[in-house]
């Protein structure tokens, strides 16, 4: 092998070692805590040697910074297709001077719930939901990166398009509040999944159960109105 294909390889086992620490990471972090992870057990539910991770990140607290960005990361490639749709929308608009219809920003709303049920009803959803848990009890500069990297901008095009269906300004306090109490309708059916699964008497989430609750976050758009005196 030529120096070059040596030098491709490398790097390719390089990234394939950082990346099972990662996950390895998102996990132990989740479950533990930063100061329950032993960077032991670190290395060993990744596979790797214990120099693996001052090697690639530093230090634990790099591994810590470093998964965080990983999380967001890859929620935000679960939702970049709506995102970018929503948003070359909203920046079309903006250019125009051109109001957000309300027809449209249902439409928008719906497609983003949606995506959302699904996403945090998935298997793969259950260690970003201990990690983001942990970081919004106790937030460090962890949470910073979840947030400035899909929480934030997500929360935020929910605010706009509901402040379009309640013909109110995205910015004000009215719109903050209800877009939160919105998200959390959402975030329950992942961050209180045993209750769910107990309450609607489910033994698991699959496809039929999936439809219900699309169909539940639907009729949770739709319910968006105005509060009365709202727009008078």
């Given at each position: 092998?030529?120096?070059?294909?040596?030098?491709?390889?490398e790097?390719?086992?390089?990234?394939?070692t950082?990346?099972?620490?990662?996950?390895?990471?998102?996990d132990?972090?989740?479950?533990y805590?930063?100061?329950?992870?032993?960077?032991?057990?670190?290395?060993d539910?990744?596979?790797?040697?214990?120099?693996?991770?001052?090697?690639?990140?530093?230090?634990k607290?790099?591994?810590?910074?470093?998964t965080?960005?990983?999380?967001?990361?890859?929620?935000?490639?679960?939702?970049?297709?709506i995102?970018?749709?929503?948003?070359?929308?909203?920046?079309e608009?903006?250019?125009?001077n051109?109001p957000?219809?309300?027809?449209?920003?249902?439409?928008?709303?719906?497609?983003?719930?949606?995506?959302?049920?699904?996403?945090?009803?998935?298997?793969?959803?259950?260690?970003?939901?201990?990690?983001?848990i942990?970081?919004?009890?106790?937030?460090?500069?962890?949470f910073?990166?979840?947030?400035?990297?899909?929480?934030?901008?997500?929360?935020?095009?929910?605010?706009?398009?509901?402040?379009?269906?309640?013909?109110?300004?995205?910015?004000s306090?009215?719109?903050?509040?209800?877009?939160?109490?919105?998200?959390g309708?959402?975030?329950?059916?992942?961050?209180?999944?045993a209750?769910?699964?107990?309450?609607?008497?489910?033994?698991?989430?699959?496809?039929?159960?999936?439809?219900?609750l699309?169909?539940h976050?639907?009729?949770?758009?739709?319910?968006?109105?105005?509060?009365?005196?709202?727009?008078?």
């Amino acid at each position: 092998m030529n120096e070059t294909g040596t030098k491709n390889t490398e790097a390719s086992r390089s990234e394939v070692t950082r990346e099972r620490l990662l996950a390895a990471a998102l996990d132990v972090f989740g479950r533990y805590g930063f100061d329950g992870a032993s960077t032991r057990k670190l290395a060993d539910t990744a596979g790797v040697n214990l120099q693996a991770i001052p090697y690639y990140f530093g230090s634990k607290e790099g591994l810590y910074i470093a998964t965080a960005e990983y999380l967001a990361g890859i929620v935000a490639g679960h939702v970049a297709g709506i995102r970018h749709r929503v948003g070359r929308h909203l920046e079309e608009i903006d250019e125009t001077n051109t109001p957000l219809n309300v027809s449209q920003a249902r439409l928008f709303l719906t497609e983003i719930v949606e995506t959302m049920v699904v996403l945090f009803v998935s298997k793969e959803s259950e260690a970003w939901a201990r990690f983001i848990i942990r970081e919004q009890l106790e937030p460090t500069a962890a949470f910073e990166r979840v947030y400035a990297g899909i929480m934030g901008p997500m929360i935020n095009m929910a605010r706009r398009l509901i402040g379009a269906i309640l013909k109110d300004d995205p910015a004000s306090e009215n719109v903050r509040l209800r877009t939160l109490s919105f998200v959390g309708s959402l975030l329950v059916f992942r961050m209180a999944n045993a209750a769910v699964l107990a309450q609607m008497e489910w033994d698991f989430i699959g496809k039929e159960q999936i439809a219900t609750l699309q169909a539940h976050a639907r009729n949770l758009v739709a319910l968006l109105e105005p509060a009365k005196g709202e727009t008078e």
